[in-house]
């Protein structure tokens, strides 16, 4: 037999492959963080502005209760909107969306004069899902409905009069007018600070308000601006003031709930959690409308440790084409084991 050595094929790429690896592993270790670090780039106020793109899809569950859920929906003006409804009871439901902003009809009406209405008026929309089905309505909502509000109902007899209605409030297009907030179990809104600016007052301000955690929450805005509110002083407060939204986020995690009110005038608004003994443990946030909020600390940045992630990647990938070249002009280093059981 000859020189085993001399006779195997050099294979450089399986010589490399360790750096390789190495490299990958390293690189992978590097993606959380910098996922995380992109994640947290916007500084809190900006996490306020995350608007939905030109084209809104608004999922609307039909329940036997019978109701709408949610009952209160939000989009953008001068976007297309798409309805995605699911019926998740057992019998037939319908979206029938009014042509006509900023009315609502009378629950003590009979269906025969529900449907008297929509014959006078006609309608944006008018879908019937049957049980356990689902469907998609897409409305192009021009800028001119900006501030406007839409009812929708059912119209299957008795069920509006049971409760079967909302509403889609109609944002402008305006930056910072539909806005998002989160509650955690750590007793802190997130952002604790959230910007709203308009053009003209008084304006409508959609905050969509999700459950982080699992306890339940408010989120409750004081009515007058530059006001502080302490545990001790904030049931009263509210008494003598009522707050401009008070909605209750369920509990859960990932339970929502709109709190959808009006803003008469630019100021900096106090909002709390009047769960007891959250505002003690400092559940609280501010709202600045039309009035610059304070700087807020940069987010602790990742980026050294990705970087040097990044760089030790690189160095190893190095190493392996280093490897790949020596070993295909070099041939094997270092040189294989003269061990004759290993040969075949
Ligand atoms: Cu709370």
Known sequence: MNDPVAKRPVRPLRRAAPWFVAALLLATLGLPAAAGAFGHLPSAPLVGYARPSNFTTLLVNMTDTPRFAPQFLAAPSGSSVTFHLVNQGSFVHTFTLLAQPKVLLNTSWTPAQLDHYFTENGSLANVSVPAGGQANQTLAFNASTAFDSFEFVSVIPYQFQAGMYGQINLTSTAAGLLTSEN??????????VLVANSTHYPFN?????????????????????????????????????????????PSGAGSTVWANFTVAGPGVYQ?????????????????????????????PSTAIVESWVLVGSGVLLAFGILAAIVATFAGRFPPAPKDESRQH
């Open 183 to 192: 509650t955690t179990d750590t007793y802190q809104f997130v952002p604790a």
């Open 205 to 249: 301000l959609d905050v969509l308000v999700t459950n982080s955690g699992n306890l339940g929450h408010t989120f409750t805005v004081a009515g007058q601006t530059n006001v502080t509110l302490t545990p001790a002083t904030y049931a009263s407060y509210f008494v003598q003031h009522p707050p401009l939204v008070n909605a209750a986020v």
């Open 271 to 299: 909002y709390i959690c009047t769960a007891s003994g959250h505002l003690a443990n400092g559940m609280m946030g501010y709202l600045y409308v039309g009035v610059a909020p304070p700087p807020q600390p940069a987010p």
